[in-house]
């Protein structure tokens, strides 16, 4: 039998996926995305520019995309219903608030980026913890109990 006739435990699909679990899929990808282009940036800049420290640039640019895949993968498998992925997904979210404290902390342009990034983590945490979000992926409560 093929997925479609025979659909996995995993990934329910009795009813349509929820607009909260979306959302949440599309801010973790956003973040995602984020991470992603500043690892290009300060890869580019270590090959081709003139940064301080080139080994440092190529290294913070390699890490940065290398941590893109987390939440890329999240929001992937939270639009396909995938229940592993609300893991990831928060563990995303709790590293971006450290992050954005510490640009909330700076004197410059990097403040409305810290609000940014707090606003889309709280907001995603918020969505990824949600009751129907919880149920659409499938998570049982403790004991194997369904959360209503």
Do not use: C, F
């Not at 679990?21 to 090959?47: I, K, N, P, Q, S």
Request: proline share 8%; no cysteine.
């Amino acid at each position: 039998m093929s997925r479609e006739q025979n659909p996995s435990p995993e990934a329910p699909t009795e009813e349509p996926r929820p607009g909260r679990l979306t959302a949440a899929a599309a801010l973790t990808a956003l973040e995602g995305l984020a991470l992603a282009a500043g690892g290009v940036y300060l890869l580019a800049l270590g090959l081709m520019g003139h940064p301080d420290d080139r080994q440092q640039a190529v290294t913070g640019g390699v890490t940065l995309l290398v941590l893109a895949l987390l939440p890329l993968l999240a929001a992937r498998g939270l639009l396909r219903r995938r229940s592993w992925s609300r893991g990831p997904g928060v563990i995303t979210q709790i590293m971006a608030l450290p992050v954005a404290y510490n640009l909330l902390q700076a004197d410059s342009v990097a403040i409305p980026a810290g609000i940014a990034l707090a606003v889309v983590a709280i907001a995603a945490l918020v969505l990824l913890v949600n009751p129907a979000t919880t149920r659409a992926l499938g998570i049982q409560g403790p004991g194997g109990v369904r959360e209503k």
